[in-house]
Structures are given as structure tokens and as C-alpha cells.
């Protein structure tokens, strides 16, 4: 039962390089978002998707491009990493209308990304 | 985003005791959510609150969504030393661009046996 997989878990980038972090769920939920978790901030929402071909913005989007061209998978891509953005992220998903039907938001264990 | 107000940030305590955290906000939300985190994990749901006053168990556990909505506390009776982790508020509103959550800055427990 595999749930939310998340890759790679550990990641160092130069500035200004770019890379992909990868997010899939074999649950087939609709609703996918990536977050990130700094030190004392909590966790804060980067973008969403509610389903295939659909993605909005969260909290903190701004460095962040994300597409969902398939149910299965919503893909992270930073194009000019930067070392603020040095974070933990996490990748969530859910069956639709998880806010008010007591359907948990399933989180994957996290990818831990180091800009120097 | 909604600024959520958790506290407290730590809390030091021994095993059998009872914990209590809560969050605040000068926001109303229509859903409030506790989560725990362990090292190296994701967070995972324990209480979910859909409705002003409500009071939900899970086990030890023992969560109130707030009458005036801008409030929650979760409460842990007996503690052991597994519950040791991050504890998070979340609290919810409903957008016309979907749902997003708005968490706290955690609330960190620790148990000694």
C-alpha cells in the first residue's frame, strides 16, 4: 500500500540550477498540493490541483511551477533554485471534498532540499 | 495566508501526564484540523472539527472546534512516551479556488518515561 511516494527524499542543488521533485499516489485522488515546512513556520501551501489538467496557486507559488497532466502524479519543478528556498517539501493528497467529509489528507514522508 | 496563532511552542513533560494546546485566529474557518508529525515523516490526521462546538475524541485524544470559529484546542490525557512529536493546528476556509489549509507553527512534545 504505497499511499503518497515522494522522490528524491534528500536533494542539494547550486544556485540556479533546476530540478523536479516528484509526487504520485496509486489512490486515485483527485485533490494533489505540495507544502513546505521551514523552521518555526509551519507548513505552508506552494499550489494545488483538484484534478487532471487543473492547478491554482497557494500561499507561496512564487519560484514554484507545478502541471497534473495525469490523476496519478502532480510533479514540483523549481526552474532557478534559490537558497531560500532550502526547505522541506511535502507532497498531500485526497479524494475530492476532503475538507468537509472527514477524508484525511494523506501526506507523503517529505523531500529535503538543500540550495547552496 | 491566515496567520494561526499555536502555542504553546514546546512543552517538556512525564509520562501520565495531561497536555493541552491551542490555536487561535483573528479569522473564522469553517474546519479545523489537528495533525501530528514524527521525525522524518509527513503529517498524519488525527481530529478533524466541521462545526462550531464540537467536541471529538480520538482515544486520549480530545479536540473543540470553537463556538466564535476563530478557535481549537486539543487536549492528550495520560501521555505516553509515543506521543512525542510535532503537534499541528490547521484550520480551513472554502475559496471559489478550492480548499487551502493554513497551519500553525506546530506545537513540539516531549515525554519523558
Known amino acids: 500500500n504505497a499511499g503518497v511516494t515522494q522522490t528524491p527524499k534528500f536533494q542539494v542543488l547550486k544556485t540556479g540550477q533546476s530540478m523536479t521533485l516528484q509526487c504520485a499516489q496509486d489512490m486515485n485522488h483527485e485533490y494533489m498540493s505540495w507544502y513546505r515546512q521551514d523552521p518555526g513556520m509551519g507548513l505552508r501551501l506552494i499550489h494545488y490541483s483538484v484534478g487532471a489538467g487543473i492547478t491554482d496557486q497557494g500561499e507561496v507559488p512564487n519560484g514554484y511551477n507545478v502541471s497534473r497532466s495525469t490523476t496519478e502524479d502532480f510533479p514540483l519543478r523549481l526552474l532557478s533554485a534559490a537558497p531560500s528556498q532550502t526547505s522541506v517539501y511535502f507532497c498531500?493528497?485526497?479524494?475530492?471534498?476532503?475538507?468537509?467529509?472527514?477524508?484525511?489528507?494523506?501526506f507523503g514522508n517529505g523531500t529535503r532540499l538543500t540550495v547552496t | 495566508g491566515q496567520q494561526l496563532n499555536q502555542s504553546p511552542q514546546s512543552m517538556f513533560i512525564q509520562e501520565g501526564e495531561d497536555v493541552s494546546m491551542n490555536c487561535t485566529s483573528s479569522s473564522i474557518f469553517n474546519t479545523w484540523l489537528w495533525y501530528k508529525q514524527d521525525p522524518g515523516e509527513g503529517p498524519v490526521l488525527l481530529i478533524a472539527?466541521?462545526?462550531?462546538?464540537e467536541l471529538t475524541s480520538n482515544g486520549r485524544l480530545t479536540a473543540q472546534f470553537g463556538i466564535t470559529r476563530k478557535d481549537s484546542f486539543l487536549n492528550i490525557s495520560a501521555s505516553i512516551p509515543s506521543d512525542v512529536g510535532i503537534y499541528f493546528c490547521?484550520?480551513?476556509?472554502?475559496?471559489?479556488?478550492?480548499?487551502?489549509?493554513?497551519f500553525g507553527k506546530g506545537t513540539s512534545l516531549l515525554v519523558t518515561p
Open positions: 490547521a484550520g480551513l476556509k472554502n475559496s471559489n479556488s478550492g480548499y487551502a489549509l493554513n
Open positions: 472539527l466541521y462545526k462550531a462546538g
Open positions: 498531500a493528497s485526497s479524494r475530492p471534498g476532503w475538507a468537509v467529509n472527514n477524508s484525511p489528507l494523506h
